[in-house]
């Protein structure tokens, strides 16, 4: 069966325990996009508890705002019941929600038109007009904006995700209330805002997204975000950027390395992102540039830049085990443990750089004449 089925076949079960259910938000709107939706997430009338007798496999995942994942022929689906959020005093969550609201409660919570739709076997629940904003192309807050987002500052930077994955266009009372309460976001944990922040830069629509953030002025709300890294993350064109590489091209666009610890990215993110971003621009490599590079960061490379920098294969070497000599060898000539790893760094760059063969007997002697001059250095001092 495919997930949809599987989908249906939940909605089924709790109906027939009495309940009711229905796919909502993403899912909903993708399908009436004609876009296969990553994941099912459904919404239920029943209590958590009540779910978790119906399936054989649930996961209480999310008790505390009503979520369970059931997991059918090992696909996951995400069962939520109904709930309104009440009184948001800091605009980042809601200070309590209510479970066991109606439909009608639990769609109106949700941030935009278009996400905020139900559909089960029998029909579509459309209470916002979420399939018109869905034909016109349009991002639209339910309800009032400036009430969503002193709610959730978060939607605001949303907002921008869904123009750009969806290519959408912003409805202009939703962008006139960014523009006056965009101030609000700094109260926003700083990894959601990153988290959607790097969806909109993978989406097709991401330089019109970018333009009117800059519109808006919403940017500078944002850590060491401003106007020109905005410029050039819309005139930049690396094509095969992809979420693990998404931050160098904040960086290329002149992000501050110090700022990208600020978005708490993962090490590996982090690290890819300092590590190939000052080599985006270069039109070649020189074979130590390529040696420093894991043989994954050189694809990647060539992937968001277009080039074809040669392979890794190459190299005289491609890691330090492959030189002919180790620091087995550095003590055994007499090296004091701390001269060691640069002894090592030395023979390697010389190897890469193809200025010394890479044969023990004479890397062997160049250690020696290494030693020479750097025990005469470190006696001067
Ligand atoms: P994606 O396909 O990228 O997961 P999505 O629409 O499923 O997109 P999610 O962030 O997974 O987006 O959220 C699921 C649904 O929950 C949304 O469609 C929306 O209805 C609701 N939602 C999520 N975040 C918020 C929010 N901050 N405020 C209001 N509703 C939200
Ligand atoms: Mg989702």
Do not use: C
């Amino acid at each position: 069966m495919k997930m949809l089925e599987y989908a249906n076949h939940i909605i089924q079960t709790i109906e027939g325990a009495g309940g009711e259910a229905y796919i909502v938000g993403g899912a909903v709107r993708d399908m009436l996009l004609k876009r296969d939706p990553g994941d099912y997430d459904l919404a239920t009338s029943l209590l958590p508890e009540e779910v978790m007798q119906l399936f054989p496999i649930v996961i209480p995942t999310g008790l505390e705002h009503g979520t369970v994942t059931v997991v059918l022929d090992h696909m996951p689906f995400e069962i939520t019941t109904f709930r309104s959020e009440t009184t948001y005093s800091d605009r980042r969550r809601p200070d309590a929600v209510t479970l066991g609201v109606s439909l009608e409660e639990d769609l109106t919570r949700r941030d935009f038109t278009i996400n905020a739709m139900a559909l089960k076997p029998t029909g579509l629940v459309d209470l916002f007009g979420g399939q018109d904003d869905l034909a016109s192309k349009i991002v639209r807050t339910v309800g009032r904006a400036e009430d969503r987002f002193n709610e959730d500052a978060l939607r605001m930077i949303r907002a921008f995700r869904f123009m750009s994955q969806l290519e959408f266009t912003l409805d202009p009372q939703t962008e006139q209330a960014i523009t006056n309460q965009k101030h609000h976001l700094q109260s926003v944990a700083v990894e959601r805002i990153a988290m959607e922040f790097e969806k909109l830069l993978l989406g097709p629509g991401r330089k019109t997204a970018l333009q009117v953030m800059l519109r808006t002025g919403i940017y500078a709300d944002m850590p060491g975000l401003d106007d020109t890294i905005l410029n050039q993350l819309i005139s930049l064109d690396l094509n095969g950027v992809s979420s693990d590489n998404v931050w160098t091209l904040v960086l290329v666009a002149g992000l501050r390395p110090e700022a990208l610890r600020v978005f708490k990215r993962s090490k590996k993110q982090e690290g890819r992102a300092k590590t190939l971003a000052p080599l985006v621009q270069e039109q070649t490599l020189s074979d130590w540039q390529r040696y420093r590079l894991s043989d994954e960061e050189l694809e990647h490379l060539n992937h968001m830049t277009g080039r074809r920098h040669e392979g890794r294969t190459s190299l005289p070497i491609r890691r330090l085990q492959d030189l002919t000599v180790n620091g087995r060898d550095m003590i055994e000539l007499g090296l004091q443990k701390k001269q060691i790893k640069e002894a090592l760094h030395h023979l390697e760059r010389q190897v890469v750089d193809g200025r010394l063969e890479n044969q023990r007997e004479i890397l062997l002697k160049e250690v020696m004449s290494w030693k020479n001059q750097h025990g005469t250095e470190s006696s001067m001092h």
